[in-house]
């Protein structure tokens, strides 16, 4: 991928209003000491379920209240719950939403000063397991009912308590949360937790582009290009949800939603979890679309080191293991080879079976995550070489990721490409072995080896089953983790995006300043509305 726009900001980024250059924000903080929804709580009070640990303390509050809607799993969580940290760190308060059982999950719940948690039920208080695609729809049926009624229940009562809030942001497949947002006339933005190469991507599939995308997997040797995009692709670098193949049609109307809601507004922005030299020419391949990018959403301390005290997301709904740190740190520099699935994915136990064969056979020491699983697919007990794995390397059922991808023992990282998992590794200079499974993972694949050259990706057609076999897992090990000139190149690579992903979220960089210029833009959008 070129660089050669990659400090060009858009249009607008090249006026920026008048207060632009103060650190925190232009609206003047004001003293006030209250409680926090101190009321009679009663089963009508849709703030029943705020959570806060200032509830009753003198703070300073600024004008900014955000109102921060994530879809209820572990990867719309993280980056999330990062942006609510980045905007409390200017200033602005931040109301953090999600469903009641998500949120009861969660392990180390956050007490940043600005931060309020507020749950709501999505029907499935006690837990839900999407076991098929017509259970998932059925599941998003539900939670856009009963989600719109209480934010707009939850807007109101913030408004009447003289604390309104300014935008709503939220993440992927919540379209109808901006459709609340506007019956208010507040700034709806999405925050996109995804590459900005995949938002392309589906906004070409979404106007003009889905007949080609239908046909390219008919060719031989299909490959399609998209507009703005100085690269082009082929079927296994679509997105999943995109292809014929695909089987999980509960996430095509929702994206299409979100996309019409585009459509239907004159200067759309969008905030991107990624930054401005990782993706230029994909964060403006749409000119109907403003891109601001602000990433990596990743932990201060492993980042930016502006608060060190920063070492986790916040959000975790797995419990870790507590060894892990001591065996990486027991092990030489660049010597470990890291293996994680992200926290949906689910592998067959045969392909299990065969990464297990890979890391023996590579001789490398491995940290290895198995999540526990109900089913017995993926499951480490069903494994045939298990006593061999737990000698000859680590296995745990969960970890701080960005931590292991920080330690200076981890060479390797093999991945799925789920995008958090990519921003991290890219962000800690890690090289990958990308293992994409499903939705956007092939094409983040196919950034990390063609454009950013960070890592390889393993063949998937080298068995007809799909099943990816040891030979070809351990030769992609080889690759990174040996001596020769492609692993110098990846290595020198993943260092270069490391420098620049914090180059990016320092003071003055590119996703700090475009984190001030969209709260610009958020008090103009307010502005216009009280004129």
Known sequence: ????????????????????????????????????????????????????????ATVTMVHHRFLLVTYPVQGHINPAIQFAKRLTAIGVHVTFATSTFLHRRMINKLTVPGLTFVTFSDGYDDGYEGTNDSNVISYMAELKLRGSEFFRNIITSAKQEGKPFTCVAYTLMLPWVAKVAREFRIPGVLLWIQAATVLDIYYHYFHEYRDYINIIHKKEDPTIEFPGLPFSFAARDIPSFLLPSNIYSFAIPPLEEQFQLFDEESNPRVI???????????????????????????????????????????????????????????????????????????????????????????????LWVIRESNGKEGTLQELSCRKELEQR???????????????????????HCGWNSTMESLSSGVPMVGFPQWTDQGTNAKLVEDVWKTGVRVDDKVNEEGIVEAMEIRKCLEVVMGNGGKAEELRRNAQKWKCLAREAVKEGGSSDRNMNTFLDYVSKFEQDCVM
């Open 272 to 366: 991107v979890n990624t930054f401005e030299d990782l993706e230029p020419e994909s964060l403006r391949a749409i000119d109907k679309l403003t891109m601001i990018s602000i990433g990596p959403l990743i932990p201060s301390a492993f980042l930016d080191g502006k608060d060190p005290a920063d070492t986790s997301f916040g959000g975790d709904i797995f419990h870790g293991s507590k060894d892990y740190v001591e065996w990486l740190d027991s092990k030489p520099a660049l010597s470990v080879v890291y293996v994680s699935f992200g926290s949906l994915a689910v592998l067959s136990q045969r392909q299990m079976e065969e990464i297990a064969r890979a890391l023996l056979d590579s001789g490398y020491p491995f």
């Open 1 to 56: 991928m070129g660089h050669g726009h990659g400090h060009r900001q858009h249009e607008e980024l090249h006026q920026p209003y008048s207060f632009r250059h103060r650190k925190r924000h232009h609206f003047t903080p004001f003293l006030a000491s209250f409680t926090l929804y101190n009321k009679q709580i009663n089963s009508n009070n849709p703030l029943h379920n705020i959570h806060s640990a200032f509830s009753r």
């Open 393 to 415: 390397g680590k296995i745990v059922k969960w970890c701080t990721q960005v931590e292991v991808l920080s330690h200076g023992s981890v060479g390797c990282f093999v991945t």
